[in-house]
């Protein structure tokens, strides 16, 4: 396994405790709506931070060559993923408030930074999971 | 002027402001008349297919690779990947200007109407479209290099 490999992995642990988290801070938000909850909603977003600060200690590949065609090949598919996946969420972030609460409506501002972590967090894992799945599982050679 | 400089010109003269007209339609439609299905559904679409229509140009180029007939070679590839990249950095520091400015510059108390939201995205994909083909046009020069349309 690569330290591309090793990155994506610990992003994608790290970013689905994150989105499992942000489901009951936001149910106590919609149930209690007490203002606090805004604040402890802060909380799940730690997860991106922590996954950067986790890769940093990861050891750098040996040998001379660090990286082939191949590798740039995933991670071109891996940006194109990421960047699909962050668009979409953003599309489905700005259209559903819109389209079920009525044009009408206001929402406060505090959302929209939460839409641009939730994005941040889109971007991230749909690039971590494309490396991991065009690598493969299982290991086929690849040395760290 | 090769197909790919031809196919940026129309998007920016073309394509980027009929979707800035276009894209706005449903937002407009839906607040007269109120949300339906329909306006749901055609803006869901021109906005999916509007933000990733730069994906179909790969996917031509494979299916023409197949059948040997390929006018996209590598350098066509490398200036294409670096104009959605440029366009991809734009955008973002857009979005971020978009959300946070506002979540700045605004009292945290203050709110505002939903109708925004469709119209970041609106102008964001106009953003993505305009750059990216401005990109395009840069990268292969004003000048003719042997391109053979």
């Known amino acids: 396994m690569n330290r591309a490999q090793k990155m994506a992995w610990v992003c994608v642990i790290c970013l689905s405790l994150t989105i499992t988290a942000a489901f009951p801070v936001l149910l106590i938000h919609f149930l209690v709506g007490t203002p606090k909850a805004l604040y402890v909603a802060v909380i799940p977003w730690l997860g991106l931070p922590l996954s950067g600060l986790i890769c940093l200690f990861i050891p750098k590949d040996k040998g001379k060559v660090k990286r082939d065609e191949r590798d740039l090949m995933i991670r071109k598919n891996a940006a194109h993923a990421g960047f699909i996946g962050a668009f979409l969420f953003t599309c489905f972030a700005c259209m559903i408030p819109f389209f079920i609460l009525g044009p009408k409506t206001v929402i406060s501002v505090k959302w929209l930074p939460q839409i641009w972590f939730g994005t941040s967090i889109a971007q991230f894992f749909f690039y971590s999971l494309t490396i991991i799945v065009d690598y493969g599982r299982a290991g086929k050679g690849e040395k760290s | ?149």
């Open chain 2, 1 to 149: 002027m090769n197909p790919w400089q031809r196919n940026a010109w129309i998007s920016l003269l073309f394509f980027a402001p009929l979707f800035l007209i276009f894209g706005q339609l449903p937002i407009l439609l839906v607040y007269l008349e109120g949300p339906s299905f329909l306006h749901l559904f055609s803006f869901a679409c021109s906005t999916i297919v509007g933000g990733l229509l730069w994906l179909f140009l790969f996917f031509f180029n494979k299916k023409l690779k197949r059948t040997g007939t390929t006018q996209f070679d590598e350098r066509d590839q490398l200036i294409l990947i670096r104009a959605t990249l440029v366009a991809y950095v734009v955008l973002w520091l857009y979005f971020i200007a978009a959300c946070i400015y506002t979540w700045l510059s605004a009292a945290p108390e203050r709110s505002i109407s939903v109708n925004v939201m469709p119209m970041v995205i609106v102008g964001g994909i106009v953003i993505f479209l305009a750059v990216q083909s401005i990109a395009t046009l840069f990268q292969y020069g004003f000048r003719r290099k042997g391109e053979i349309s």
